[in-house]
């Protein structure tokens, strides 16, 4: 289940309005996209990290980890989306930038991510929310939990020095797992995979 969602919420359809490119190929070499004409980019959406594939337009050039708007309306990089796709449509390069892909993502948006580990919640009785995060067992939940009900965390600076876990490195571990699936809880990447 995702953290903070009603089964309701859970159903509807995400939408990213800007994704990161992980890698770009000519839509002639392969089979899935060669009706097309241009450069095909493998995006990861920045806000639920949606993994995508789009059209590029024509004559503009995508470098790795460019940031590109996919919303609604006029693209100015990308032409068209053409789906949504999963770890395993992912080329080989792809899948390696992933990683920094994630952590470009929440290092440029840390106030939001600031806020997520100021309000994470118990998941059940006896799991907490922070424990999925990597290097955060049961002490380690106390100590973030009695220095966030001090006071707020005000970035990942604060929250480092408070708590000695590097929250980047934290949060980027737990997405790139939830992005390889199998999880049994998802926080932060949209557990039904492309077909929802």
Do not use: C
């Not at 980890?65 to 032409?79: C, Q, S, T």
């Not at 699936?181 to 926080?187: A, E, F, T, V």
């Amino acid at each position: 289940m995702r953290l903070g969602s009603s089964p309701d919420r859970l159903r509807e359809r995400r939408r990213e309005d800007h994704a990161y490119v992980v890698d770009t190929f000519d839509a002639e070499s392969s089979l899935a996209h060669r009706r097309y004409v241009g450069q095909v980019a493998q995006l990861m959406g920045e806000k639920h990290f949606i993994l995508l594939e789009g059209l590029a337009r024509q004559g503009i050039e995508l470098g790795t980890l460019d940031r590109v708007y996919v919303g609604p309306g006029r693209r100015n990089k990308i032409a068209v989306v053409l789906r949504r796709i999963g770890m395993e449509d992912l080329t080989a390069f792809a899948r390696r930038e992933i990683a920094m892909s994630v952590e470009k993502s929440i290092s440029l948006n840390e106030s939001r991510w600031t806020d997520v580990l100021n309000t994470m919640r118990p998941l059940t009785p006896r799991l907490h929310s922070l424990q999925l995060l990597s290097g955060i067992g049961r002490k380690r939940v106390w100590v973030v939990i009695t220095e966030r009900e001090r006071r707020p965390f005000r970035g990942f600076t604060d929250f480092q020095m408070r708590t000695r876990i590097d929250p980047l490195k934290a949060l980027a571990q737990r997405v790139q797992d939830e992005l390889e699936g199998s999880q049994k809880y998802y926080l932060f990447v949209d557990a039904y995979g492309k077909g929802s």
